[in-house]
């Protein structure tokens, strides 16, 4: 079990080795975030910018403009909010090359509190036109979605968590930007989740399935562009759908899957997240339960959808 954020640091030397194109810029946090990996193995392409997320994100497009592929790096909040200005009219607005990779999402960075968890981080990103929104759910996808945002030619917000998670996947993997990934089959209700929040629909699953009530989930990893293709052909199979995601309940994966059906194919829908409250500190795990954000929980959504089914 690793977490996502060492996995992180991880792919982009491995990226690094393969494209020299890709440089590294961090706001001080490189320990954090695990960029300093990166700036280790190359010191000529990693550029710590200090206490100045606004300026590290502005540094980055003009780099971007001359043909780099930048990867910038701190707390996700601090994207979403102090670099915001820059992002939105700078990386977004010229529709640069840049890559956000907005680490300790969610209440994962749990001992710090409100201050610096972020959980309206996605609804801000998703918000802004041009930026594509990434939420890995283990190691093994945050390695491949590293390599895929280098891949991809625009902004990608790359939301990453702290916390250590059991794998989900292997490092056979396949990742596609914009594809959801059908992690389990089931026909009475489809569970639909990314980040950390795959594991908890897992774990939900199982609880179902000892009621007798087969539960497909989804790792929709992808906000933006969402999968609407896999989205339509779960509400037509199963009838119900359950949104997950550490964030707040506004905005995020549950409001786009919600757009998707209200115009196309309406089924009951129950979306699960943070309910439009701040954080607080303490525990992670004792964080995510008492934000309804665990198996029991999910699973409660679950059987509410299959309730509301004609």
Do not use: W
Request: aromatic letters at 6%.
């Amino acid at each position: 079990m690793k977490a996502m954020r060492d996995a992180y640091g991880e792919a982009l030397i491995e990226l690094g080795k393969v494209n020299e194109d890709v440089v590294v810029l961090d706001a001080d946090v490189s320990s954090s975030t695990k960029s300093g990996l990166f700036g280790k193995v190359f010191p000529e392409r990693f550029f710590n910018m200090g206490i100045a997320e606004g300026n590290m994100t502005a540094v980055s497009a003009g780099m971007a403009a001359c043909g780099k592929i930048p990867f910038i790096n701190t707390f996700a909040f601090l994207f979403a909010l102090r670099a915001a200005d820059p992002i939105r009219s700078l990386i977004a607005y010229g529709n640069l090359n840049v890559k956000i990779a907005g680490a300790y999402s969610g209440f994962s960075d749990s001992y710090d509190g409100a201050s610096h968890q972020a959980i309206e981080d996605v609804a801000i990103m998703r918000s802004i036109p041009n930026i594509t929104v990434v939420v890995v759910a283990d190691e093994h996808e945050a390695k491949k979605a590293v390599f895929a945002a280098a891949e991809h030619k625009g902004p990608v917000y790359l939301r990453l968590s702290r916390a250590e998670v059991k794998p989900i996947y292997d490092d056979n993997m396949s990742f596609e930007i914009g594809k959801g990934i059908n992690v389990k089959e089931g026909k009475d209700v489809t569970i639909i989740a990314n980040g950390y929040m795959v594991s908890k629909a897992l774990d939900a699953a199982e609880l179902l399935r000892a009621e007798g009530i087969e539960a497909g989930v989804i790792d929709m990893h992808t906000v933006k562009p969402l999968d609407k293709e896999l989205v339509l052909r779960k509400a037509k199979e199963t009838g119900a759908i359950v949104t997950v995601e550490e964030h707040n309940i506004h905005g995020g994966l549950g409001s786009a899957v919600a757009e998707v059906l209200s115009t196309n194919t309406p089924v009951p829908l129950e979306i699960v997240g943070v309910k439009d409250v701040f954080g607080e500190s303490g525990d992670y795990e004792m964080l995510l339960k008492k934000n309804g954000l665990c198996g029991e929980s999910i699973a409660d959504a679950a059987k509410r959808a299959l309730k509301r089914k004609k």
